[in-house]
């Protein structure tokens, strides 16, 4: 036979043995069903089999059980929350009943939050329940929720802060001694997504100054309305004596102001002028002046008395910029809350509206200095989240609300502290017991495939201990290893004949 012959049937075997161990390895890697899809695309001798209907997947597709972001949550037994047989559950039911007539009000899809929608079922409970007496209390929150214990992703404590409404000497005039503006909305002042004359604006997110018809440009800060940006537009309602008092106004969010007539107006927050929150307190203690141990709003009060420009200067370090709205309220009646009902003194909290939704109860366990500033007071307390406030950020944050006047002001002035938290979350959304609905995976893939195609390792093969005979209840592999295929022939290229080099002339070279 010619050698031209020899290595073209030597190219032919070698391919067709590559082939067949190529369809060998893709029956093992891919499974049987794709083998036999690359036998019928090459070999049309091969009868069709019927392909396998489509398996559902293990993890269907439904929500999660909980999910809070940045959070991590424990289920517990009402007997392992500490201090909750201790406190009034009647107060706290009250508390609770006052949210649900909000909730109960609602209509359309609920939040797109962990709760939802699901606090209308205990709503619904609370309504048709007068309950007069703290052991049946106590029994509406064990049968209607189940407490988790909340903190941020990391940590083991939660943190509260507290507010008050600051009860505050004013003018309806400018005078020499009442000469500090408090600024209603200006007309002015914009915010995507919102009609100018919304009621309800965020406290978070960009804030734009329009200028005529298109054009808009970041509102401005506290030092350029400190310096009368706006000022002569009408849109004062008060005048205050000292600067001080309207930032600590701004800061809670509200305030009441008396005349000297004995006439009283109450504000609340309306609008703010898009510029983040900064602490004043931290701003002293990063420069060294007031210990952090020692830090209050009365301490920042003390200092700004003090030391006037220097008051001015830090000020201005929080750019934020507060716009109040008269409410018709009597003097008796507690502030408003940012759900629409009236606050209720210890407890009302405000917490992140951007995780939270309001209503929900939230147990908070520690110890305040409640009684004086060095004390560590016992506080376990039921309390409802009905406020929120653009400082208040994180899964475990609360400002606890404590009514108003002086003496409210002085409490929660000297609260910045870790506390334990403890959400209570309705029935319907317990994560124990939506989390025994998940459907159980199916078995891991790789053992049916090991039944299908048993293998033996081929490193250990060869070992004393792979030879030794299997134990009673052992199975042991008897599969051949999968054929590779032929190695290609080593042909050495012909060798072509040289051709004659022909003198190239002069000017090639």
Wanted: aromatic residues 8%; charged residues 25%; positive net charge.
């Amino acid at each position: 036979m010619a050698p031209e012959a020899r290595i073209k049937i030597l190219l032919k075997n070698g391919a067709t043995a590559l082939c067949a161990g190529l369809v060998a390895l893709s029956s093992f890697s891919l499974g049987a069903e794709a083998a036999r899809r690359h036998y019928r695309g090459h070999h049309h001798h091969i009868p069709q089999v019927p392909a396998a209907p489509p398996r559902a997947l293990p993890y269907p597709q439904l929500p999660l059980p909980f999910e809070i972001s940045g959070a991590q949550y424990l289920p517990l037994a009402w007997t392992d929350v500490k201090g909750w047989s201790d406190d009034n559950h009647l107060a706290a039911y009250k508390t609770f009943r006052a949210s649900c007539k909000s909730i109960n009000a609602q209509t359309g899809a609920s939040e797109p939050k962990a709760l939802g929608g699901s606090l209308s079922e205990p709503c619904r409970v609370a309504k048709t329940l007068e309950l007069g007496d703290d052991a049946r209390a106590k029994t509406f929150f064990e049968e209607n929720f189940a407490p988790l214990r909340i903190s941020r992703l990391g940590e083991p404590d939660g943190f509260v802060t507290g507010y008050y409404e600051p009860v505050l000497e004013g003018s309806r005039t400018q005078t020499d001694v009442f000469n500090v503006p408090v600024y209603r909305r200006p007309s002015n002042l914009f915010v995507r997504g919102y009609k100018q004359d919304s009621v309800s604006l965020p406290n978070k997110g960009p804030v734009y100054r329009k200028i005529g018809r298109r054009k808009l440009v970041p509102y401005y800060d506290r030092g350029e309305i400190e310096d009368g940006k706006i000022a002569g537009r009408g849109l004062e309602i008060a005048w205050l004596k000292d600067p001080t008092d309207l930032l600590f106004a701004q800061i809670q969010g509200s305030a009441r102001i008396k005349f000297d007539d004995g006439g009283v107006v109450r504000l609340n927050y309306d609008a703010y002028n898009g510029y983040p929150y900064t602490a004043v307190g931290r701003v002293l203690i990063e420069r060294g002046i007031v210990p952090k141990e020692e830090m209050s709003m009365q301490r920042i009060r003390e200092w700004m008395a003090q030391n006037p420009d220097g008051a001015k200067e830090l000020r201005r370090q929080n750019r934020s910029y507060i716009f109040f709205r008269e409410v018709n309220l009597s003097d008796k009646d507690e502030a408003v809350g940012a759900q629409g009902i009236p606050l209720t003194a210890g407890r009302s909290i405000a917490v992140d509206k951007a995780l939270h939704v309001y209503g929900t109860p939230f147990f908070i366990e520690g110890e305040l200095p409640i009684d004086s500033e060095r004390s560590k007071t016992p506080f376990h307390r039921l309390m409802i989240a009905q406020d929120t406030g653009s400082a208040i950020i994180g899964p475990a944050r609360a400002d606890l609300y404590f009514g108003a006047g002086q003496e409210a002001g002085r409490v929660s002035g000297r609260l910045r502290h870790p506390m334990h938290f403890v959400m209570l979350v309705p029935k319907g959304l317990d994560p124990s017991m939506r989390a025994a609905k998940l459907p159980v995976p199916d078995p891991r893939p790789s053992e049916k495939i090991a039944k299908l195609f048993p293998q033996t390792d081929p490193v250990k093969a060869g070992t004393p201990a792979a030879a030794a005979a299997p134990g009673k209840n052992e199975t042991v592999a008897t599969a051949g290893p999968v054929p590779l295929p032929v190695p290609r022939p080593a042909i050495e290229p012909a060798r072509e004949p040289r051709r004659p080099v022909k003198n190239r002339s002069h000017r090639q070279q």
